[in-house]
Protein backbone atom coordinates (compact mmCIF):
# COMPACT_ATOMS: atom_id res chain seq x y z
CA UNK A 1 0.00 0.00 0.00
CA UNK A 2 2.18 2.18 1.06
CA UNK A 3 4.65 1.68 -2.53
CA UNK A 4 2.05 3.78 -3.83
CA UNK A 5 1.37 6.50 -1.69
CA UNK A 6 4.37 8.91 -3.37
CA UNK A 7 2.65 8.82 -6.93
CA UNK A 8 -0.81 10.07 -5.37
CA UNK A 9 0.53 12.94 -3.43
CA UNK A 10 2.83 14.21 -6.02
CA UNK A 11 -0.38 13.92 -8.82
CA UNK A 12 -2.72 15.70 -5.99
CA UNK A 13 0.20 18.47 -5.57
CA UNK A 14 0.25 18.89 -9.09
CA UNK A 15 -3.60 19.16 -10.13
CA UNK A 16 -3.96 21.50 -6.68
CA UNK A 17 -1.02 23.39 -8.40
CA UNK A 18 -2.29 23.23 -11.84
CA UNK A 19 -5.40 24.56 -10.58
CA UNK A 20 -4.66 27.59 -8.75
CA UNK A 21 -2.83 29.03 -12.21
CA UNK A 22 -6.29 30.98 -13.01
CA UNK A 23 -7.67 31.62 -16.07
CA UNK A 24 -4.85 31.77 -18.11
CA UNK A 25 -3.62 29.07 -18.28
CA UNK A 26 -6.74 27.36 -18.35
CA UNK A 27 -6.13 24.58 -21.53
CA UNK A 28 -2.58 24.02 -20.93
CA UNK A 29 -3.47 22.89 -17.11
CA UNK A 30 -6.45 21.22 -18.12
CA UNK A 31 -3.99 18.94 -20.45
CA UNK A 32 -1.90 18.50 -18.36
CA UNK A 33 -3.84 17.07 -15.47
CA UNK A 34 -5.51 14.81 -18.43
CA UNK A 35 -2.35 13.74 -18.85
CA UNK A 36 -1.02 13.52 -15.22
CA UNK A 37 -4.51 11.58 -14.68
CA UNK A 38 -3.76 9.01 -17.89
CA UNK A 39 0.26 8.47 -16.72
CA UNK A 40 -1.55 7.35 -12.93
CA UNK A 41 -3.52 5.31 -14.56
CA UNK A 42 -1.04 3.70 -16.79
CA UNK A 43 1.22 3.32 -13.60
CA UNK A 44 -0.82 1.89 -11.31
CA UNK A 45 -2.06 -0.37 -14.29
CA UNK A 46 1.57 -1.92 -14.10
CA UNK A 47 0.54 -3.21 -10.69
CA UNK A 48 -2.49 -5.03 -11.64
CA UNK A 49 -2.33 -8.95 -10.55
CA UNK A 50 -3.57 -11.66 -12.42
CA UNK A 51 -6.63 -12.54 -10.75
CA UNK A 52 -8.70 -15.51 -11.50
CA UNK A 53 -12.17 -15.43 -12.90
CA UNK A 54 -15.34 -16.26 -11.15
CA UNK A 55 -19.49 -15.73 -11.21
CA UNK A 56 -20.58 -15.72 -8.21
CA UNK A 57 -24.35 -15.67 -9.32
CA UNK A 58 -25.35 -12.38 -7.77
CA UNK A 59 -24.47 -13.29 -4.36
CA UNK A 60 -24.69 -10.93 -1.72
CA UNK A 61 -21.30 -10.75 0.32
CA UNK A 62 -21.16 -9.52 3.22
CA UNK A 63 -18.92 -7.44 5.76
CA UNK A 64 -19.71 -7.18 9.46
CA UNK A 65 -18.21 -3.52 10.74
CA UNK A 66 -18.90 -1.29 13.65
CA UNK A 67 -22.01 0.86 13.97
CA UNK A 68 -20.26 4.37 13.39
CA UNK A 69 -23.58 6.92 13.99
CA UNK A 70 -22.11 8.75 17.61
CA UNK A 71 -18.18 8.09 16.63
CA UNK A 72 -15.82 10.20 14.86
CA UNK A 73 -13.94 7.19 13.34
CA UNK A 74 -16.51 6.58 10.27
CA UNK A 75 -16.57 3.13 8.86
CA UNK A 76 -15.78 4.85 5.23
CA UNK A 77 -14.01 2.25 3.35
CA UNK A 78 -16.94 0.09 3.61
CA UNK A 79 -20.18 2.14 2.20
CA UNK A 80 -23.26 0.55 1.46
CA UNK A 81 -24.21 3.29 -0.53
CA UNK A 82 -25.98 2.44 -3.64
CA UNK A 83 -25.09 6.07 -5.53
CA UNK A 84 -22.95 8.59 -6.06
CA UNK A 85 -23.22 11.29 -3.37
CA UNK A 86 -20.89 13.60 -4.23
CA UNK A 87 -18.21 12.36 -0.87
CA UNK A 88 -14.90 11.63 -2.92
CA UNK A 89 -13.99 8.63 -0.05
CA UNK A 90 -17.63 7.79 -0.51
CA UNK A 91 -17.95 7.85 -4.41
CA UNK A 92 -14.28 6.19 -4.54
CA UNK A 93 -15.49 3.26 -2.68
CA UNK A 94 -18.93 2.86 -4.52
CA UNK A 95 -16.67 3.20 -8.09
CA UNK A 96 -14.63 0.16 -6.52
CA UNK A 97 -17.41 -2.02 -4.99
CA UNK A 98 -19.27 -1.43 -8.30
CA UNK A 99 -16.14 -2.24 -10.27
CA UNK A 100 -15.98 -5.54 -8.19
CA UNK A 101 -19.72 -6.42 -8.27
CA UNK A 102 -19.89 -6.60 -12.12
CA UNK A 103 -16.33 -8.34 -12.22
CA UNK A 104 -17.71 -11.24 -9.89
CA UNK A 105 -21.33 -10.85 -10.28
CA UNK A 106 -22.07 -9.87 -6.29
CA UNK A 107 -23.61 -7.25 -4.39
CA UNK A 108 -22.02 -6.43 -0.93
CA UNK A 109 -24.20 -5.66 2.20
CA UNK A 110 -22.85 -4.01 5.19
CA UNK A 111 -23.91 -5.37 8.86
CA UNK A 112 -23.43 -3.11 11.53
CA UNK A 113 -22.56 -4.47 15.23
CA UNK A 114 -22.65 -2.57 18.11
CA UNK A 115 -19.02 -1.26 18.76
CA UNK A 116 -18.70 -2.94 21.92
CA UNK A 117 -20.40 -6.41 20.88
CA UNK A 118 -18.12 -7.28 17.71
CA UNK A 119 -16.05 -9.82 19.82
CA UNK A 120 -19.18 -11.34 21.67
CA UNK A 121 -21.47 -11.47 18.28
CA UNK A 122 -18.93 -12.80 15.96
CA UNK A 123 -17.91 -15.48 18.64
CA UNK A 124 -21.05 -16.41 19.40
CA UNK A 125 -22.42 -16.83 15.33
CA UNK A 126 -18.64 -18.92 14.42
CA UNK A 127 -19.41 -21.17 17.97
CA UNK A 128 -22.89 -21.69 16.19
CA UNK A 129 -21.65 -21.94 12.92
CA UNK A 130 -23.82 -19.30 11.44
CA UNK A 131 -22.63 -18.35 8.24
CA UNK A 132 -24.13 -14.64 8.57
CA UNK A 133 -21.33 -12.75 6.79
CA UNK A 134 -18.86 -13.35 4.24
CA UNK A 135 -15.92 -10.82 6.07
CA UNK A 136 -15.13 -8.76 9.21
CA UNK A 137 -13.71 -5.34 9.14
CA UNK A 138 -13.15 -4.16 12.81
CA UNK A 139 -10.48 -2.81 15.09
CA UNK A 140 -6.96 -4.32 15.86
CA UNK A 141 -7.61 -5.11 19.66
CA UNK A 142 -10.87 -6.62 18.50
CA UNK A 143 -9.24 -8.92 15.52
CA UNK A 144 -6.26 -9.78 17.60
CA UNK A 145 -8.84 -11.48 20.34
CA UNK A 146 -10.77 -13.10 17.95
CA UNK A 147 -7.88 -14.53 16.20
CA UNK A 148 -5.64 -15.83 19.67
CA UNK A 149 -9.41 -17.50 20.19
CA UNK A 150 -9.15 -19.40 17.18
CA UNK A 151 -12.01 -17.70 15.57
CA UNK A 152 -10.10 -16.06 12.36
CA UNK A 153 -8.90 -18.16 9.05
CA UNK A 154 -4.80 -17.55 9.21
CA UNK A 155 -4.53 -15.36 5.48
CA UNK A 156 -1.66 -17.16 4.45
CA UNK A 157 -3.20 -20.09 3.23
CA UNK A 158 -5.55 -18.67 0.54
CA UNK A 159 -3.56 -18.14 -2.90
CA UNK A 160 -6.04 -15.33 -3.92
CA UNK A 161 -5.21 -13.37 -1.37
CA UNK A 162 -1.61 -11.66 -2.84
CA UNK A 163 -0.39 -10.29 0.66
CA UNK A 164 3.07 -9.63 -1.22
CA UNK A 165 1.79 -6.89 -3.52
CA UNK A 166 1.67 -2.90 -3.06
CA UNK A 167 -2.44 -3.05 -2.16
CA UNK A 168 -1.58 -4.78 0.74
CA UNK A 169 0.57 -3.26 3.51
CA UNK A 170 3.45 -5.42 4.20
CA UNK A 171 5.02 -3.54 6.87
CA UNK A 172 2.06 -3.08 9.04
CA UNK A 173 1.10 -6.54 8.82
CA UNK A 174 4.75 -7.95 9.22
CA UNK A 175 3.72 -6.52 12.72
CA UNK A 176 0.52 -8.14 13.06
CA UNK A 177 2.31 -11.92 12.33
CA UNK A 178 2.69 -13.98 15.06
CA UNK A 179 4.15 -17.11 14.85
CA UNK A 180 4.34 -16.56 10.77
CA UNK A 181 0.61 -16.63 10.79
CA UNK A 182 -1.43 -13.43 9.62
CA UNK A 183 -5.02 -13.56 11.22
CA UNK A 184 -6.26 -9.90 9.80
CA UNK A 185 -4.58 -7.36 7.24
CA UNK A 186 -4.65 -4.10 6.44
CA UNK A 187 -4.04 -2.25 3.09
CA UNK A 188 -5.41 0.18 0.65
CA UNK A 189 -8.41 -1.84 1.33
CA UNK A 190 -8.93 0.37 4.22
CA UNK A 191 -8.00 4.11 5.32
CA UNK A 192 -9.11 3.81 9.07
CA UNK A 193 -5.63 2.51 9.57
CA UNK A 194 -4.06 5.70 8.11
CA UNK A 195 -6.22 8.19 10.37
CA UNK A 196 -5.39 6.28 13.39
CA UNK A 197 -1.80 6.86 12.82
CA UNK A 198 0.34 9.23 15.10
CA UNK A 199 1.11 12.27 14.02
CA UNK A 200 2.10 16.54 14.74
CA UNK A 201 0.01 18.77 13.75
CA UNK A 202 1.67 22.56 14.39
CA UNK A 203 -0.09 25.95 13.94
CA UNK A 204 1.55 28.02 11.58
CA UNK A 205 0.10 31.07 12.58
CA UNK A 206 1.85 30.79 16.02
CA UNK A 207 4.66 29.53 14.92
CA UNK A 208 5.23 32.60 13.10
CA UNK A 209 5.69 34.66 16.20
CA UNK A 210 8.44 32.72 16.98
CA UNK A 211 11.20 33.18 14.85
CA UNK A 212 13.92 31.94 16.92
CA UNK A 213 12.55 28.51 16.17
CA UNK A 214 13.65 27.21 13.58
CA UNK A 215 12.19 25.72 10.00
CA UNK A 216 10.24 23.20 11.27
CA UNK A 217 9.63 21.04 7.73
CA UNK A 218 13.85 21.51 7.44
CA UNK A 219 14.39 20.21 11.18
CA UNK A 220 12.01 16.84 10.36
CA UNK A 221 14.41 16.62 6.90
CA UNK A 222 17.75 16.66 8.54
CA UNK A 223 16.77 14.00 11.12
CA UNK A 224 16.84 16.92 14.13
CA UNK A 225 13.04 16.78 15.54
CA UNK A 226 13.23 15.13 18.53
CA UNK A 227 11.45 14.89 21.71
CA UNK A 228 13.53 17.34 23.01
CA UNK A 229 12.70 19.51 20.77
CA UNK A 230 9.33 19.50 21.28
CA UNK A 231 9.66 20.60 24.69
CA UNK A 232 12.24 22.79 23.99
CA UNK A 233 9.62 24.79 21.72
CA UNK A 234 6.27 24.17 23.69
CA UNK A 235 7.83 25.90 26.73
CA UNK A 236 8.80 28.67 24.51
CA UNK A 237 5.69 29.46 23.48
CA UNK A 238 3.24 29.25 26.48
CA UNK A 239 2.00 31.79 27.95
CA UNK A 240 -0.02 33.03 31.11
CA UNK A 241 -1.97 35.46 28.85
CA UNK A 242 -4.63 36.83 31.23
CA UNK A 243 -1.80 36.99 33.63
CA UNK A 244 -3.56 35.25 37.11
CA UNK A 245 -0.50 32.83 38.06
CA UNK A 246 -2.73 29.66 36.45
CA UNK A 247 -2.29 28.09 33.40
CA UNK A 248 -6.20 27.45 32.00
CA UNK A 249 -6.83 25.60 29.29
CA UNK A 250 -9.69 28.08 28.15
CA UNK A 251 -7.63 31.16 28.22
CA UNK A 252 -4.10 30.84 27.89
CA UNK A 253 -1.83 29.61 25.51
CA UNK A 254 -0.23 26.33 25.30
CA UNK A 255 3.01 24.33 23.56
CA UNK A 256 1.40 21.18 23.33
CA UNK A 257 -2.20 19.60 23.20
CA UNK A 258 -2.00 15.79 23.60
CA UNK A 259 -3.69 12.87 25.66
CA UNK A 260 -1.91 10.25 28.17
CA UNK A 261 -1.97 7.62 24.86
CA UNK A 262 0.53 9.92 23.47
CA UNK A 263 2.96 8.75 26.03
CA UNK A 264 2.88 5.30 24.15
CA UNK A 265 3.08 7.01 20.67
CA UNK A 266 6.85 9.16 21.89
CA UNK A 267 8.03 5.71 23.50
CA UNK A 268 7.44 4.10 20.39
CA UNK A 269 9.24 6.96 18.30
CA UNK A 270 12.14 5.57 19.70
CA UNK A 271 11.53 2.55 17.67
CA UNK A 272 11.46 0.10 20.50
CA UNK A 273 8.39 -1.48 21.47
CA UNK A 274 7.35 -3.03 24.86
CA UNK A 275 6.25 -7.02 23.03
CA UNK A 276 9.13 -7.50 20.62
CA UNK A 277 8.90 -10.80 18.40
CA UNK A 278 11.24 -13.66 19.53
CA UNK A 279 13.01 -15.92 16.65
CA UNK A 280 10.05 -17.57 15.65
CA UNK A 281 7.82 -14.67 15.97
CA UNK A 282 6.39 -14.99 19.53
CA UNK A 283 5.43 -12.65 21.35
CA UNK A 284 8.54 -11.48 24.05
CA UNK A 285 8.48 -8.78 26.80
CA UNK A 286 11.05 -6.13 26.55
CA UNK A 287 9.58 -3.15 28.59
CA UNK A 288 12.59 -4.02 31.11
CA UNK A 289 15.04 -3.27 28.46
CA UNK A 290 17.48 -0.60 29.55
CA UNK A 291 16.60 1.67 26.97
CA UNK A 292 13.00 1.89 27.37
CA UNK A 293 13.37 3.36 30.39
CA UNK A 294 15.90 6.19 30.00
CA UNK A 295 13.61 6.74 26.93
CA UNK A 296 10.38 6.63 29.33
CA UNK A 297 12.32 9.52 32.00
CA UNK A 298 12.32 12.16 28.64
CA UNK A 299 8.43 11.32 27.95
CA UNK A 300 7.69 11.78 31.35
CA UNK A 301 9.79 15.31 32.11
CA UNK A 302 6.94 16.03 28.83
CA UNK A 303 4.08 15.05 30.81
CA UNK A 304 5.02 16.32 34.61
CA UNK A 305 5.34 19.81 32.98
CA UNK A 306 1.65 21.04 33.70
CA UNK A 307 3.50 24.63 32.35
CA UNK A 308 3.85 24.06 28.58
CA UNK A 309 0.83 21.37 28.31
CA UNK A 310 -2.89 20.25 28.07
CA UNK A 311 -3.84 16.52 28.85
CA UNK A 312 -7.20 16.61 27.13
CA UNK A 313 -7.75 12.83 29.30
CA UNK A 314 -6.62 14.23 32.47
CA UNK A 315 -8.89 13.95 35.65
CA UNK A 316 -9.44 17.63 35.84
CA UNK A 317 -10.65 18.15 32.58
CA UNK A 318 -12.84 15.34 33.45
CA UNK A 319 -16.27 17.38 33.30
CA UNK A 320 -16.00 19.15 30.67
CA UNK A 321 -18.26 17.79 27.35
CA UNK A 322 -17.00 17.28 24.44
CA UNK A 323 -13.04 17.57 25.63
CA UNK A 324 -12.06 16.25 22.16
CA UNK A 325 -13.63 18.63 20.23
CA UNK A 326 -14.23 21.45 22.50
CA UNK A 327 -10.26 21.21 24.14
CA UNK A 328 -7.93 19.66 21.74
CA UNK A 329 -9.38 20.66 18.69
CA UNK A 330 -10.81 23.78 19.94
CA UNK A 331 -7.54 25.02 21.67
CA UNK A 332 -5.63 24.54 18.77
CA UNK A 333 -8.29 26.21 16.06
CA UNK A 334 -8.49 29.05 18.07
CA UNK A 335 -4.58 29.56 17.76
CA UNK A 336 -3.68 28.88 21.41
CA UNK A 337 -1.91 25.53 21.05
CA UNK A 338 1.91 25.13 19.02
CA UNK A 339 1.94 21.21 18.52
CA UNK A 340 -1.48 18.88 18.84
CA UNK A 341 -0.11 15.34 18.67
CA UNK A 342 -2.62 12.86 18.09
CA UNK A 343 -3.65 10.45 15.29
CA UNK A 344 -3.84 11.72 11.65
CA UNK A 345 -7.63 11.78 11.38
CA UNK A 346 -7.25 14.95 12.88
CA UNK A 347 -6.22 16.74 9.58
CA UNK A 348 -9.88 16.26 8.43
CA UNK A 349 -11.56 17.40 11.45
CA UNK A 350 -9.17 20.54 11.54
CA UNK A 351 -10.51 21.49 7.83
CA UNK A 352 -12.61 24.51 8.90
CA UNK A 353 -9.63 26.10 11.31
CA UNK A 354 -8.77 29.67 9.84
CA UNK A 355 -5.08 29.81 10.39
CA UNK A 356 -2.79 27.28 8.54
CA UNK A 357 -1.35 23.99 9.98
CA UNK A 358 1.31 22.14 9.32
CA UNK A 359 2.22 18.20 9.77
CA UNK A 360 5.15 16.45 10.97
CA UNK A 361 5.85 13.50 12.38
CA UNK A 362 6.40 11.76 15.51
CA UNK A 363 9.79 13.50 17.15
CA UNK A 364 12.58 11.05 17.42
CA UNK A 365 13.72 10.45 21.01
CA UNK A 366 17.76 10.63 19.75
CA UNK A 367 18.83 12.29 16.47
CA UNK A 368 20.98 9.50 16.08
CA UNK A 369 18.08 7.40 15.14
CA UNK A 370 18.17 6.04 11.58
CA UNK A 371 14.11 7.24 11.11
CA UNK A 372 10.59 8.77 12.67
CA UNK A 373 8.30 5.83 13.90
CA UNK A 374 4.51 6.89 13.45
CA UNK A 375 2.27 4.40 16.31
CA UNK A 376 -0.64 2.93 14.69
CA UNK A 377 -3.49 3.01 17.37
CA UNK A 378 -4.74 -0.14 18.01
CA UNK A 379 -8.25 0.87 19.17
CA UNK A 380 -9.21 2.60 16.18
CA UNK A 381 -7.14 0.93 13.41
CA UNK A 382 -8.86 -1.05 11.41
CA UNK A 383 -7.91 -4.66 9.40
CA UNK A 384 -9.66 -7.16 7.73
CA UNK A 385 -10.42 -10.49 8.46
CA UNK A 386 -11.87 -13.99 7.30
CA UNK A 387 -13.81 -16.31 10.18
CA UNK A 388 -13.53 -19.61 10.14
CA UNK A 389 -17.44 -20.15 10.53
CA UNK A 390 -17.72 -18.30 6.68
CA UNK A 391 -19.07 -20.94 4.13
CA UNK A 392 -17.02 -20.17 1.51
CA UNK A 393 -13.41 -18.49 2.68
CA UNK A 394 -11.97 -18.73 -0.61
CA UNK A 395 -14.91 -16.31 -1.91
CA UNK A 396 -14.06 -13.99 0.46
CA UNK A 397 -10.41 -13.80 -0.16
CA UNK A 398 -10.76 -13.32 -3.50
CA UNK A 399 -13.52 -10.66 -2.73
CA UNK A 400 -10.86 -8.92 -0.37
CA UNK A 401 -7.91 -9.25 -2.64
CA UNK A 402 -10.20 -7.65 -5.32
CA UNK A 403 -11.47 -4.63 -2.83
CA UNK A 404 -7.66 -3.76 -2.13
CA UNK A 405 -6.38 -4.01 -5.62
CA UNK A 406 -9.29 -1.84 -6.99
CA UNK A 407 -8.78 0.74 -4.25
CA UNK A 408 -5.22 1.47 -5.69
CA UNK A 409 -7.16 3.41 -8.56
CA UNK A 410 -9.87 4.66 -6.51
CA UNK A 411 -9.78 5.08 -3.16
CA UNK A 412 -6.34 5.51 -1.96
CA UNK A 413 -6.27 8.64 -4.10
CA UNK A 414 -9.72 10.08 -3.01
CA UNK A 415 -8.37 9.61 0.93
CA UNK A 416 -5.54 11.88 -0.23
CA UNK A 417 -7.50 14.56 -1.93
CA UNK A 418 -9.92 14.31 1.19
CA UNK A 419 -7.25 14.35 3.62
CA UNK A 420 -4.79 16.99 1.62
CA UNK A 421 -7.08 19.24 0.74
CA UNK A 422 -7.76 22.76 1.72
CA UNK A 423 -5.09 21.93 4.64
CA UNK A 424 -2.25 20.50 3.84
CA UNK A 425 -2.17 20.62 0.41
CA UNK A 426 -1.60 24.45 1.00
CA UNK A 427 2.30 23.36 0.89
CA UNK A 428 3.67 20.39 -0.69
CA UNK A 429 5.94 19.74 2.81
CA UNK A 430 2.85 18.12 4.60
CA UNK A 431 2.67 15.91 1.39
CA UNK A 432 5.70 14.87 1.75
CA UNK A 433 5.35 14.13 5.66
CA UNK A 434 2.21 12.40 5.09
CA UNK A 435 4.30 10.11 3.43
CA UNK A 436 7.39 9.84 5.96
CA UNK A 437 5.04 9.42 8.61
CA UNK A 438 2.73 6.39 6.72
CA UNK A 439 6.07 4.90 5.26
CA UNK A 440 7.18 4.39 8.82
CA UNK A 441 4.39 3.09 10.88
CA UNK A 442 4.77 0.92 14.38
CA UNK A 443 2.99 -1.53 16.11
CA UNK A 444 3.37 -2.62 19.30
CA UNK A 445 1.83 -5.77 20.00
CA UNK A 446 1.82 -4.44 23.31
CA UNK A 447 -1.44 -2.35 22.59
CA UNK A 448 -2.69 -4.55 20.37
CA UNK A 449 -3.53 -7.03 22.86
CA UNK A 450 -4.55 -4.39 25.71
CA UNK A 451 -5.66 -7.42 28.11
CA UNK A 452 -1.66 -8.26 28.67
CA UNK A 453 -2.32 -4.42 30.82
CA UNK A 454 0.89 -2.95 29.47
CA UNK A 455 -0.88 -0.15 27.83
CA UNK A 456 -2.47 0.89 30.69
CA UNK A 457 0.47 0.57 32.49
CA UNK A 458 2.50 2.79 30.52
CA UNK A 459 -0.58 5.67 30.31
CA UNK A 460 -1.09 5.12 34.04
CA UNK A 461 2.98 6.28 34.57
CA UNK A 462 2.93 9.47 32.50
CA UNK A 463 -0.04 10.67 34.74
CA UNK A 464 1.78 9.53 38.05
CA UNK A 465 3.12 12.15 39.92
CA UNK A 466 6.62 10.81 39.97
CA UNK A 467 8.21 8.35 37.93
CA UNK A 468 8.64 4.97 39.18
CA UNK A 469 8.57 3.30 35.97
CA UNK A 470 11.51 1.05 36.95
CA UNK A 471 10.27 0.25 39.87
CA UNK A 472 7.32 -0.35 38.92
CA UNK A 473 7.97 -2.80 35.98
CA UNK A 474 9.50 -4.47 38.22
CA UNK A 475 7.06 -5.23 40.43
CA UNK A 476 4.59 -6.28 37.39
CA UNK A 477 6.76 -8.13 35.31
CA UNK A 478 6.22 -11.30 36.14
CA UNK A 479 1.78 -10.39 35.16
CA UNK A 480 2.99 -9.15 31.63
CA UNK A 481 5.10 -12.31 31.21
CA UNK A 482 2.36 -14.82 31.96
CA UNK A 483 -0.03 -12.88 30.07
CA UNK A 484 2.04 -12.58 26.97
CA UNK A 485 3.12 -16.51 27.34
CA UNK A 486 -0.67 -17.23 27.55
CA UNK A 487 -0.79 -15.53 23.98
CA UNK A 488 1.41 -17.65 22.45
CA UNK A 489 0.33 -20.39 23.90
CA UNK A 490 -2.81 -19.91 21.77
CA UNK A 491 -1.21 -19.19 18.82
CA UNK A 492 1.00 -22.48 19.34
CA UNK A 493 -2.14 -24.32 19.75
CA UNK A 494 -3.92 -22.97 16.51
CA UNK A 495 -0.43 -23.51 14.68
CA UNK A 496 -0.80 -27.08 16.06
CA UNK A 497 -4.20 -27.36 14.64
Not at 235 to 255: A, C, I, R
Amino acid sequence: MKKVFALFIFSALVMNSLAACGDTGKQTADESTESLVENVSESTEKLKSNRREADFDNYVFRIITRDDTNTTWRVIDVVDSEENIGDSINDAVYKRNMAVSEEYNITFERIVTIHEQIVATVSKLVLAGDDTFDALQTILTHQSQLSSEGYLHNLDKFDDLKLAEPWWDSIGNDFLRIGGALYSAMGDINIIDNDATYAVLFNKHLIANYPVIPDIYQLVRDGKWTLDKLHEYAQLVSKDLDGNSVMEWDKDQFGVIDQYEVSEALLLGSGMRAVEFDKDGYLEYNLNNEKISDTFEKVYELFSDDTCQITTDAAKYSSVADKWNVISRGTFKSDRGLFYIGPTVNVRLMRDMTSDFGIIPIPKIEESQETYHSMLQSNNATSYSIPISVSDPDRSALILEALAEESVDTLTPAYYENTLKRKASRDSESADMLDLIFANRIIDQADTYATIGIKSFIEGQAAAKSNTFASSEASKRASFIEKIDKVNEAFRKLKDN
